[in-house]
């Protein structure tokens, strides 16, 4: 592939993913606005679709642009847009193949391009359709459209939507919405949260978290079910376990596990591979692997504690993230001041080699420093033990993020 088709590939790529966040952005800010007996779903019916208490549902498609015109603004959404003609062709077939499905649905096409000074063809016949009622003149609008472009994608499309019938497509007509200019959703998201008595000085946490939450949700849940959907009663749950995670900043809550047993392969895990490599322990000897047994139950108990608190919601992923994120900075700067003559030594050209047994050494006093520290996680009253702070960065070392040889990260990753 030439550098210019894996540069462009690159940026489509790009766009596509912004169209993702764009999306999720989208979600999020009607999820905040749901109301009693109302439910919400991500790629479910439409990208995002909103089932309200009357038993109806709009469906909502998301149109993200990247590209823009030479004054810098987003570009318009024109009358032969592939965005606008795509997204009624999808809804045309739908009220074509299901049953009633006119009665039970409307629609929103949302985009953040602009329309133009002189207007949209369609969006203006829209607009005198719902004013006048006057079908006839609808239709001719649309085949006026129809003629003006050679694209036979864009024909395909629009024949759908004039293959209607008079009452499907003067129903059709009635229940779309286009809203286009809407950008900068993770603002008025954020004006939601302020308008629900969210502190202004808060609402950056607030909204990451919740925003983390919810996605790490969708995944799940996309992945155990397929779909993704949320009620008014599911979302507030959500929302008020976040407010007391982020705001009301409660004790994280204890649990006794009972006894935890390592298992029957200890010495193949990649934590203890780490320390019998530095010779920090020896399975050989029965005391050293009682210690390595210890520091196992260590990180078992760590790993617990992690997946009960994010069960009950007592904390959240970006709480975790944010945690790890710290004990990786503070792992980080105790590896290199400890390594800084070794890593002097091999930058001078001395051979790794000769250099194990200093290595060693130096690893074991890595591990010594790491096993001092207690790591606070933000935003919270508790005080977590020791014990949690060692059994966490065991299980840094044994999903590979951190390591104690000087060439840890050549040796296993």
Known sequence: MSTFSQANKEIL??????????????????????KEDESIGYEVLDDVHLEKADGTTILFQLKHSSQRKQDGTIKNLTDLDNDLWHTLYNWANKINTIKDFLDRH???????????????????????????GNLREARDEIELILKSTNSE????????????????????????????????????????LIDYHIQEKDVDKFYEHLFSQLKRNSFEQIKATGKFILT??????????????????????KRDFGKIEPPANLEELNFAKQLIDIKM?????????????????????TDKYIKFWLTDSAITYADIQDYKDECV??????????????DFKCNSGTNINELEEEIN???????????ELNVKMSNYDSQLSI???????????????????????????
């Open 232 to 253: 008014k009663t599911q979302f507030s749950i959500i929302y008020n376990q976040i407010h007391s995670s982020t705001i009301s900043k409660i004790k994280l809550p």
């Open 361 to 371: 050494d130096t690893g074991v006093q890595i591990v010594y420093d790491v096993r």
């Open 106 to 132: 409307s629609f929103v096409l949302v985009s953040n391009k602009n329309e133009n000074s002189n207007g949209n063809q369609f969006i203006d016949l829209l607009y005198d359709f719902k004013k006048n």
């Open 153 to 192: 994608n864009i024909k395909r499309e629009i024949y759908s939507v004039l293959n209607l019938s008079d009452k499907s497509l003067g129903d059709f007509l009635r229940k779309i919405q286009i809203d286009l200019n809407v950008d900068d959703i993770i603002a008025k998201s954020k004006k939601c």
């Open 387 to 413: 014990e949690f702070s060692n059994g966490f960065f065991w299980l840094l070392s044994n999903k590979l993020e951190i390591g104690w040889h000087y060439d840890w990260q050549n040796r296993y990753k």
């Open 329 to 342: 900075r503070l792992y980080n700067n105790i590896f290199d001041r400890r390594y800084r003559n070794i």
């Open 13 to 34: 790529e790009g766009q596509k993913a912004i169209g993702f966040d764009y999306q999720f952005d989208y979600f999020v800010f009607r999820a905040l606005q749901l």
């Open 281 to 301: 322990v020896s399975i050989a000897s029965l005391k050293q692997k009682t210690k390595l047994i210890q520091y196992c139950v260590e990180m078992l108990h």
